[in-house]
Each structure stands twice: as C-alpha cells, then as structure tokens.
C-alpha cells in the first residue's frame, strides 16, 4: 500500500501535470521531482542537528554536499572542487541569524515542511502572477526598468524595509521585495508576510522563482537551489524590528563558478552589507534567464482573494509625491543594478518608469537620487480596502 508521503507528492504532481508545469522543472524529469519532494518530505531523516527556533520552526541541519538541490543534473556535471569552493564560501559567514547556535560546521539549515506545507506552496503558486500587469487580486507599486531585449543585466541590488504589518489573514500575503527577469523567466527575492505559506503572520526573507511562465517555486523547494550559508536560511524570520523602519540589503547577481577558462556562472542571493552568500541557482534552470537578465522592479505587492478587503501594504499610509516621509512608508533604496558594460559594478538603473496598479489605493514615489547615503530611492505604501478587483 502507498505510504501517506507517496500519495501525497503523487498529488502534487498530478496539480502540476495538469497545469502544464512539468514542461519545465529545470531540466528535471517528472520522476525526478516527484523524488524532489519526498526528499524535502523526509529531510528529517537525514538531519544532523534539528533546530527549533522561536515558537514553531524547525531547521534540520544537513551535511551541505547532500542537500536536495544538489539533484539537479547541474550540480551532478559539476566538479567537487567547484561544490568545495562554494561550501568554503558559505562557511565563511557568520554574521546573522542562527548566532553561533545553529548548525554544526559542514551542515546548512533547511527548514522542515510537512505534506501539508508542500501542497499549500502548491496552490500558492496557482495564484501567484507570472505577469503583473493583469493579474485579478493582486495589486502593485512599484519602480522597474524598461524591457529592452537587447539589454543585458548581470544583477541588481537595494535595501528593503522590513516592516511588521498587521491585518494580513488567511491566503492573503504582503511582499517587499525586488525581482531580475527575461521574458517569462524571474528570480524574487525580499521580506513578506505570507500566512499560506508559513502560517503565520511573520515578516520572512524568501525568494519565488518562475520558469517559463509555466514553473513557480518558493525558497528551498526549487530543484537546483543549493544553500550556502551555514547561518542564515531562506524562511528566516527577522526579529526585534521594534516597529521601526529598518532594512536590509538584498543582491541577486552572477557569481562566476571559479572553475579555470569557464564561463559558467551561478545566479547568487546575497544579504547584508558584507555582502554574505545565502545560496545559488544553476543558470540552467531557466530558459532566457540561462544566459542575462533584461528587466528588473523594486517595490511593493500584495494579494487578497477577491472577496476579502485587500491589506495595508505596509504602515497604510499613502505616500505623495509632493509629501513623503521615511518614517511612513515602506521603502527601498540603494537601488542599483549591474549591466553588462558596468562589469558587476552596481550602478543607479536607466530608462525607468513607475507602476502602480491601484494609485488611489497604493502609491509609489521615486525620490531619485537622494544623496550618498540614501542614493536611489523609492517609498511605497498604501491603506488597501479594494475589493471584488
């Protein structure tokens, strides 16, 4: 008889057959994600050390060359020494999360899912937008830049507020966040507040990651993702902001592979300003994000089903242009990007516009350059209460 775990990613990919997503798993067969999530189902087992942090989260501590990601058939083509040098990277970073009661050394933090938690990820990205600008229930302010195909982005960064807001119930979720893209293929990364996914009402750092339009995956449930760092995990609930305005500073960018006379590369998330590496993305999960990015966004989104009062974004107050102030208002600044001829110089982005899909509702404003401390600025905020839209 079929154990509870084997009905259950059966399930799972059953909702993604029938969605045409298995089209595209980052190169992985449908057997090899169904293998994908029993791991991460059972990734108990294999745990070193198990952590648990705060009042619900448990982190299982997993030897770093046995994680899931390294599955992918991209990771299996690649040396050790190449896998040697990332784990040398990540080891290196001690500056946040766990504080020295995490991990043991060699093993990296992955938090614990249950059945429940993979099939609630599932539905979740059902409903989240693959394309922003028509997307019932959901409702954006934000700066991007133009698509232009011949545009080549090698990265891009900012500062994020990371703010506690309240009144976001049930499949509802709030994000801060910023996203590099090419065509239909998008790395996300930023702070939310998402109860379907976490179930609970707690500002987290996560990334989302779409793959020809047709694939969507949240944090470490994305075939090919390898965490590096030993200490800070994607899921990780940020504390004792204190009701205050404070950020931190999120990059996506190329990280060449270090290995001799190659132009491999791997998409690379990093936090603060130490610029620590949290973890990678093989490029050949993707279709045209495989080679560059060509258009980016900073800023604000929330989701609320249609017959619930969308939420605050972030204070509820709605900035204006001619009156804005960083005490009020979600922001994020140090907004830069790296193009091609910059070479992985971040500089202030070009041929930008402003989105807000509810300007009524939520705003956004583009300070500018503010000065060397602030440098590329945007406030993003709004009260919510749209509904049936």
Sequence with gaps: MASRVDIVVIFLCFILVCNNLVEANGGLSTQEVLEFKKQFINIKKFAIKSIQIGDGDIYDCIDFYKQPGFNHPFWKNTTFEMKQKLFVEGMRNKDLGFKGVGCPYGTVPIRRVNEDDLIRA?????????????EPGHHYAILRTKAYPERKLDGIESYISLLNPTGIIGSQYRAFQLTISNGLDSIKTGFTVNPLLFKDNKTRLFTHVTIGGRTQCFNQDCPGYVQVSSEIPLGWTFLNTDGKNYSEKLRISKEMSGEPNSTKFLW???????????????????EKL????????????????????????????????????????????????????????FVSPIDTELYASDPQTYNVVDAGYEDDVWKRLILYDGPGGIKGT
């Design 122 to 134: 599932t539905i979740l990205s059902k409903i989240h937008p693959s394309n922003i600008d028509d």
């Design 268 to 286: 690379t998330l990093y936090i603060t300003e130490q610029n620590s590496i949290i973890g990678f993305w093989p490029p050949t999960l993707f």
């Design 290 to 345: 495989s080679e560059f990015g060509n258009q980016a966004n900073w800023g604000g989104e929330v989701y609320s089903p249609l017959d619930q009062p969308s939420p605050p974004m972030g204070t509820g107050i709605l900035p204006q242009t001619w009156s804005w102030n960083t005490d009020y208002s979600a922001l994020s600044w140090w907004i830069a990007c790296a193009y091609e001829n910059t070479k992985f110089n």
